[in-house]
């Protein structure tokens, strides 16, 4: 079974460029979430999309946005790039999220974005 | 609000020695609580979860946690460490009254010497 797939594997921009940022999650799963994993601040929520509908956010400011598609892939974009956006980030895919779901979430092997 | 403390950066234990990688939460309701790794380079992998029923869970690689309700706990273990456990450990909780939000903790790094 073919686990979490995110593209590109290493991403470099310059400030004020935008960046996207792209997840296959694994065959079944239709919810998919976004971390960011910056150097020494552990995992921060990003984005989580169920069925095709943004289902929660973390505090990130509007630049970041994403979409999930129809095949339940998904796509993280960060506008106007600013130095402190240089992280990685972690796409993980889980089974169909409803009330008191508690199903563990599968982590892809990331992006690492640099912005310059 | 919820959220989840790992008081130690990191943890240093000898090959074959018991270890154990702390973990405490803070969460409204029931807590679903998780353990995850993350080798150099990798994303993170399970490990074990804590949903109801028995305070000892077993997990991957020989892993198991214990969840204690009155000390809002989850730490762990394992009997004997090996030199390959040397990794980042998360711990997660489980945000079940609407947000359905996991929260990680900042991470512990466990070096195994041999």
């Known amino acids: 079974e073919a686990g979490v797939t995110q593209s590109p594997t290493h991403l470099i921009k310059t400030r004020g460029q935008q960046a996207t940022l792209r997840c296959s999650p694994i065959s079944g799963h239709t919810s998919v979430y976004w971390y960011q994993q910056a150097l020494g601040l552990g995992l921060q929520f990003l984005l989580w999309y169920d069925e095709g509908e943004e289902r929660n956010r973390g505090n990130f400011p509007p630049r970041f946005s994403g979409r999930q598609f129809p095949n339940y892939s998904s796509e993280l974009n960060v506008n106007a790039l600013e130095l402190e956006d240089s992280a990685l980030y972690l796409c993980a895919s889980s089974f169909l999220e409803r009330t008191f779901s508690y199903n563990e979430q599968f982590f892809g092997p990331g992006t690492r974005l640099t912005v310059l | 609000a919820q959220s989840v403390a790992q008081p130690e950066d990191q943890v240093n234990v000898a090959e074959g020695n018991p270890l154990t990688v702390k973990c405490t939460y803070s969460v409204s309701g029931n807590p679903y609580l998780f353990w995850y790794v993350q080798y150099p380079n990798r994303g993170l992998q399970f490990l074990l979860k804590?949903?109801?029923?028995?305070?000892l869970v077993k997990g991957s690689y020989g892993f198991e946690a214990e969840f204690n309700k009155s000390q809002t706990s989850f730490h762990l273990k394992k009997p004997s460490a090996l030199v390959s456990d040397s990794a980042l450990y998360f711990c997660?909780?489980?945000?079940?009254?609407?947000?359905?939000?996991?929260?990680f903790g900042a991470g512990t790094r466990l070096f195994v010497k041999a």
């Open positions: 997660a909780v489980r945000d079940n009254t609407g947000g359905f939000k996991t929260i």
């Open positions: 804590y949903i109801t029923g028995d305070n």
